[in-house]
């Protein structure tokens, strides 16, 4: 079955450490893939997209991801967090249409 | 340009009652995606409209519904709202369709009694 999975529901970091957001999705061909970020009350914003080509893709925010075909990942990863980070992450797959992850919550602190 | 916006931001009703959530895309855009949002089932696809046209549809009760106008904006109806309704309820656009970069709107919370 078609599915994406964000194995962790929360994470906590320090400011100023890096982050690694994990991202797996089970399809039969590569979909494209997507990072959200919502914070509380809002909607979600585009934080990047893989759609072909180089496999490291970078985003707003100095935020990146790394396309891994072999490990079926996208995972996020930051060098240092802001406070201002705290937020949802949401992974996406579009095949058909858009599917998302359960999110992970990133709590950081000072 | 604008960004998308959905009307209303706060919405209470009662179980039994309907209710028609309204989005505007940003202009240009052609296709509308909605999304329910709930802590016990995260982010889920409802449908997609493209050009006024249902181009994709995701698994809900007939209950949910939803149109799209000539210039674009959208709207979504729920009938017979059940307490399970509660959600955050989330309007997208884009150029092309769903598979494509979505801009979302702020959603609309309903909230069911």
Not at chain 1, 69 to 96: I, M
Not at chain 2, 13 to 37: A, D, N
Not at chain 2, 51 to 76: D, H, L, V
């Amino acid at each position: 079955a078609q599915s994406v999975t964000q194995p962790d529901i929360h994470i906590t970091v320090s400011e100023g450490a890096s982050l690694e957001l994990r991202c797996n999705y089970s399809y039969g061909a590569t979909p494209y893939l997507f990072w959200y970020v919502q914070s509380p009350g809002q909607g979600l914003q585009l934080l990047l997209k893989y759609f072909s080509g180089d496999t490291l893709v970078q985003g707003i925010k100095g935020f990146e991801a790394e396309f891994k075909r072999s490990q079926s990942s996208f995972n996020l990863r930051k060098p240092s967090v802001h406070w201002s980070d705290a937020a949802e992450y949401f992974c996406a797959v579009a095949f058909n249409d858009m599917r998302f992850g359960a999110g992970t919550r990133l709590t950081v602190k000072p | 340009k604008a960004g998308v916006t959905q009307t209303p931001r706060y919405l209470i009703k009662t179980r039994g009652q309907q209710v028609t959530l309204s989005c505007s895309p940003i202009s240009g855009h052609r296709s509308v995606s909605w999304y329910q949002q709930t802590p016990g089932q995260g982010l889920q696809f409802l449908f997609e409209y493209f050009s006024e046209t249902q181009r994709n549809k995701g698994n809900f009760p007939g209950r949910f519904s939803g149109r799209q106008f000539s210039n674009s904006r959208s709207e979504m109806n729920v009938s017979t709202l059940e307490l399970g309704d509660s959600a955050l309820y989330l309007c997208a656009s884009s150029d092309t369709g769903s598979t494509d970069t979505q801009y979302f709107g702020p959603g609309t919370r309903l909230t069911v009694l």
